[in-house]
Every structure is written in structure tokens, then in C-alpha cells.
């Protein structure tokens, strides 16, 4: 099984980005999908999640401003960031806390991060 997070870049503040992840192996179902962000300095934190049937959980910060979604026949999740600020800058990363795939279960997998950089 393997998260293969893509998307990431510069931009300018006011700029949007869309980040996808996808998984492959096998895979049958994911449970929920989220994605975290970890800033120099700073703990990892999470971002955004979304369960499989499409219920959405986003920290106070985004709200408004990023939106998560997913395709579960392509088990990806993207997030769409708009008006994009410098404190968004961050190494954003996929997580998927339970998957189903053809051998087993696999939980807590995390996908490899995304660099973001909001400057101008």
C-alpha cells in the first residue's frame, strides 16, 4: 500500500493550490482520509479530514478557506487551498487511518509530504 501526496509549490498570498493524494495496492476501502500540515518549528497538525461516506472536519484556521474531497472509486483525497497566507507554509501530509486492502489492514499510513510555500 502506498499515499503518494502531489500538488504542492510556491504561490503568491491570495494564491490558490490543489493537493491530491492517492493510494494504491490492492486496496478495498479506506476509512477516513485526512491531511496534515507541519510547519518549521512547529508540531504536526491536522488540517482537514473526511470519512468515507463525506463528513468533513477542518481546524478553525482553514475554515473557509480549504476545501476536502475525495474520490473513493480512485481512493484520493484532495484538498483545494484558496486565498492562500504565508502561515499556510508548510509540509503538508496525506494520512488514511485505516486501510482495507486485498491482504489485511493497514492503519495509520501516511503518505510522504508535499512542500507548500506561500510568499511573494
Known amino acids: 500500500v502506498q499515499l503518494q501526496a502531489s500538488g504542492g509549490g510556491l504561490v503568491q498570498p491570495g494564491g490558490s493550490l490543489r493537493l491530491s493524494c492517492a493510494a494504491s495496492?490492492?486496496?478495498?476501502?479506506?476509512?477516513?482520509m485526512g491531511w496534515y500540515r507541519q510547519a518549521p518549528g512547529k508540531q504536526r497538525e491536522l488540517v482537514s479530514s473526511?470519512?468515507?461516506?463525506?463528513?468533513?472536519n477542518y481546524v478553525d484556521s482553514v475554515k473557509g478557506r480549504f476545501t476536502i474531497s475525495r474520490d473513493n472509486a480512485k481512493n484520493t483525497v484532495y484538498l483545494q487551498m484558496n486565498s492562500l497566507r504565508p502561515e499556510d507554509t508548510a509540509v503538508y501530509y496525506c494520512?488514511?487511518?485505516?486501510?482495507?486492502?486485498?491482504?489485511?489492514?493497514?492503519?495509520?499510513?501516511w503518505g510522504q509530504g508535499t512542500e507548500v510555500t506561500v510568499s511573494s
Open positions: 495496492g490492492s486496496i478495498i476501502s479506506i476509512n477516513v
Open positions: 494520512r488514511a487511518d485505516r486501510i482495507y486492502y486485498h491482504y489485511g489492514v493497514a492503519y495509520d499510513y
Open positions: 473526511i470519512t468515507s461516506d463525506g463528513s468533513t
